[in-house]
């Protein structure tokens, strides 16, 4: 009994070291991978980087880890000619395969969602729009609400309004919600459901302006996206991608 005793003990002696050299091993290659993403990707912040499933150590040496989790900060995009914050950048990878100089992996598959707010939002959209949250029920079909004074919104579309119209339109604010859609994994569309009662000819014009696309570019194109949600915070977009690179 006593011989079975100390087996016992060395086992978990052996088992500590164990993890704990698996523990500081995740660690480095952590840090190591969230370098090379910040040095490939010109980031302005080094994303955070969490590796899952125990050992990790048996992963490696397989070379193919369970599940990558990569967090961004620091990105920008541009959207409608001006410059925006993207936030909450978060990808999932899985089935992540290093190459045999461990200088690069690639995953399976990886999901991807960003969001940009709606303070960014209304940078990007048309002169005096200001875009927000509509509430939980509109929301839910995928729709925002814009507001701004019409004058502001004709005018700053370069659209003429004939001086019979100039005096009905002073302090005249308008409200529309519009259904956001994502084309080509690029470009947000957005579409008034409806508009308020105007003066003859001056419906088409503003129709004109708070219906329009929005391109997105500088997001990050390993993962393509594909579906957009109106949330309290702004504007949420997801993706898949596969042959991910993570870094290299």
Same mark, same amino acid.
Request: hydrophobic residues 45%.
């Given at each position: 009994m006593r011989a079975l005793r100390i087996l &016992? *003990?060395?086992?978990v002696v052996l088992g500590g070291i164990f993890v704990a050299a698996d523990r500081i091993a995740v660690n480095m290659a952590e840090s190591e991978a969230a370098d090379k993403i910040k040095s490939s990707q010109g980031l302005s912040s080094t994303p955070e980087i969490s590796i899952k499933g125990f050992p990790f150590l048996t992963q490696v040496v397989g070379k193919e880890l369970d599940e990558v989790d990569v967090s961004l900060a620091g990105i920008t995009a541009t959207a409608g000619g001006r410059s925006v914050n993207v936030t909450e950048v978060k990808a999932e990878l899985r089935s992540v395969r290093i190459d045999s100089s461990f200088s690069s992996a690639v995953a399976d598959r990886a @999901? =991807? $969602?960003? +969001? *940009?707010?709606?303070? @960014?939002? !209304?940078?990007?959209?048309? +002169? =005096?729009? !200001?875009? $927000?949250?509509?509430?939980?029920? +509109?929301?839910?079909k995928g729709q925002v609400k814009? !507001? =701004?004074? &019409?004058?502001? &919104? &004709?005018?700053?579309? =370069? *659209? $003429?309004v004939p001086e019979a119209f100039k005096g009905m339109l002073n302090g005249r604010m308008v409200t529309t919600y519009s259904t956001v859609a994502l084309k080509g994994g690029s470009t947000v569309q957005l579409k008034a459901e409806s508009l308020p009662n105007l003066p003859v000819g001056l419906d088409d014009k503003l129709r004109r302006v708070v219906d329009y696309d929005m391109k997105i570019d500088g997001m990050p194109s390993s993962i393509k996206l594909d579906k957009v949600a109106a949330t309290d915070g702004g504007l949420r977009f997801s993706g898949t991608g596969t042959n991910v690179s993570l870094a290299g």
């Open positions: &016992l *003990i060395i086992a @999901d =991807g $969602s960003a +969001r *940009i707010s709606y303070a @960014d939002l !209304t940078k990007a959209a048309p +002169r =005096g729009a !200001t875009v $927000s949250y509509a509430g939980a029920d +509109r929301a839910a814009v !507001t =701004g004074p &019409l004058a502001d &919104l &004709l005018e700053g579309a =370069g *659209i $003429s």
